[in-house]
């Protein structure tokens, strides 16, 4: 049974009627980590692994809604003070109130929603989620007038003020903005974008999961944030978008070590977005290849959010001669994304599968990724 007969299935055996299906994907980011809150580019695009939800108004003013993945229904208003228990439950309700607080329209519905975006993989199955509910709730009670850009940042609202991450923009955007066969550029300061066709001659993107998610008990991605912004006031500049190593260096000695990498990475990164834009656009796949390289090693060495499986499946890539490979996504666990040589694709998998088994005792997941449409109501 495909998601989307699955997910009909059970709303109607819940809720005895039909409802509108709606989707958004899961995205990956070939290069431009922790850029986005800094103020810098990001490159991500959609995949074809979605958050399919099925929704109907009901006539009241509740919402109720299951999830099929977690097994776990909910049932809650939609003032401020009704917010559910359940942690997955506040992703929707956090849409509904951001919608609400913008002074746009939601009544009562009834929802059952399911996913293929695999969890814990940085794979942004949340933004997934929030994308999906914002785009279908525009459509079902504002006729579609809430404009793309607001309804990636009703989501990205969601996570700051129900969820507790202090996240930047790229997630939502990528999720709703996607595009079949299409990176995009986004200037995450004037919110400018660009496609750029994705459809690299002879190579595969491919995740490899470590399936392991340190969870660190200070959130460590709040924690990169507030070095950030401190090197930024430090340099009287509002973010580091417009930070140069020559002014960081100035001002070294009045920072800590710490704050000094992590500013470095940022500043070094966001010039790396650009190069690989210009190197696709000439077909240039080495030089796509060796920034993503040096994306992980800023992102373990100087941004240390990398972990002991992911720098052994990004040696593993280099070992095996594979043209790019980096941790993706917040960090402390989930994937490498690797550009491979279509040839040696299976002898890198193979490899990867063999070596990560034999040190940590599973092998890591892998995730053949296709680069989809965003957010969107099924046919």
């Known amino acids: 049974m495909d998601l989307k007969e699955k997910i009909s299935k059970a709303f109607e055996e819940r809720f005895g009627n039909k409802g509108t299906v709606y989707a958004s994907a899961g995205r990956i980011n070939l290069i431009g980590e922790h850029t986005d809150y800094n103020g810098g580019f990001v490159f991500p695009g959609a995949i074809d692994k979605v958050i399919m939800a099925e929704i109907a108004p009901n006539g009241t003013d509740k919402v109720r809604a299951f999830s099929i993945d977690i097994n776990d229904y909910a049932e809650f208003g939609l003032n401020e003070e009704d917010a559910p228990a359940q942690s997955w439950a506040r992703y929707i309700f956090g849409v509904c109130r951001e919608i609400i607080k913008r002074g746009g329209t939601v009544k009562g519905f009834d929802t059952v929603f399911a996913g293929n975006v695999p969890l814990g993989a940085g794979l942004s199955s949340s933004a997934a989620l929030e994308s999906c509910f914002a785009y279908a709730l525009n459509d079902l009670y504002n006729d579609n007038s809430i404009d793309k850009f607001e309804l990636a940042r009703i989501g990205q609202s969601t996570e700051h003020n129900y969820c507790g991450v202090m996240c930047g923009i790229m997630d939502q955007f990528a999720s709703v903005f996607g595009k079949k ?114 994306t992980h090693n800023g992102l373990s060495k100087d941004y240390e959010v990398s972990c002991e499986e992911l720098d052994f499946l990004n040696d593993i890539a280099k070992e095996c001669g594979v043209t790019g490979s980096r941790i993706m996504g917040g960090g402390f666990g989930g994937c490498t994304i690797n550009l491979v040589k279509n040839e040696l694709l299976d002898k890198f998998v193979a490899e990867a599968k063999t070596r990560f088994n034999e040190r940590y005792g599973h092998e890591p997941k892998v995730y053949e990724v296709i680069i989809s449409d965003g957010a969107h109501k099924e046919a």
């Open 181 to 294: 066969d299409h990176l995009m550029r986004l200037d995450c300061r004037s919110m400018e974008y660009e496609y750029f066709p994705f459809h690299p001659e002879g190579h595969s993107l491919v995740l490899l999961d470590s399936v392991v998610k340190h969870e660190l008990a200070d959130s460590p991605y709040n924690k990169r944030r507030a070095s950030c912004e401190r090197v930024a006031k430090r340099l009287g500049l509002e973010t580091l978008r417009d930070a140069t190593m020559e002014m960081l260096d100035s001002v070294k000695s009045d920072i800590t070590a710490e704050d000094y990498f992590r500013a470095k990475f940022v500043i070094e990164e966001k010039q790396r977005v650009l190069d690989v834009c210009d190197a696709l656009v000439a077909g240039d796949y080495e030089t796509v290849g060796r920034c993503m390289y040096e």
